[in-house]
């Protein structure tokens, strides 16, 4: 891992594990859960919100004055608010991204569960991705959370990963092995 990547790592670590006790103290998992999940959308979908989370040009009372108007806006949990807004104060807001999957982490463990990132070549149905995590959690022996995404270059089939491990049943995986083994023969 890269140093910056550490450093960043590292001080996600440090908020996330601060939020997780707070909320698990005060029984609000659930609501950070969804806090959580609303800040992630944010990230994907707004080119703004990664700027205004990234960007060295926003000064600190600029960047604690947006991300407190959106907190509100979001209706973000009072412990999600103020960390955004200390770690807007602190000019620690470009590790967001490290602290939603931080959190995300602690709250699965906390849970018993695991999550699985799975990418398909076409959008799975809600009983395809049931019958997955059902069979997922037979081999892991945990709840599985599926998290989704579609990926038209694999032609067909699935790429699971869980944890460490992976799973390539994907047609261009084997297309790609058949290829390989051509050469050897050839």
Do not use: C, H
């Amino acid at each position: 891992m890269s140093e910056p990547a550490s450093i960043s790592t590292g001080i996600a670590g440090r908020y996330a594990q601060a939020v997780f006790s707070l909320a698990k103290e005060d029984n609000a998992l659930k609501a950070i859960e969804n806090d959580i999940d609303a800040l992630d959308a944010a990230m994907s979908e707004s080119e703004d919100f990664r700027t205004l989370i990234s960007s060295p040009l926003y000064t600190r009372d600029q960047q604690e004055s947006a991300i407190g108007a959106l907190a509100q806006k979001m209706e973000l949990s009072a412990t999600v608010a103020n960390t955004l807004r200390l770690m807007a104060s602190k000019r620690r807001l470009f590790v967001l991204p490290q602290l939603v999957s931080a959190l995300r982490g602690l709250i699965a463990d906390e849970k018993g569960e695991v999550t699985a990132d799975v990418t398909a070549a076409s959008k799975m149905t809600a009983a395809q991705q049931k019958s997955l995590a059902e069979t997922l959690k037979k081999a892991v022996g945990k709840d599985v959370k599926i998290n989704m995404a579609v990926d038209p270059k694999l032609i067909g089939g699935l790429v699971v990963k869980v944890g460490s491990r992976m799973i390539d049943t994907s047609i261009r995986a084997k297309l790609n092995a058949l290829q390989n083994t051509m050469k050897e023969v050839g």
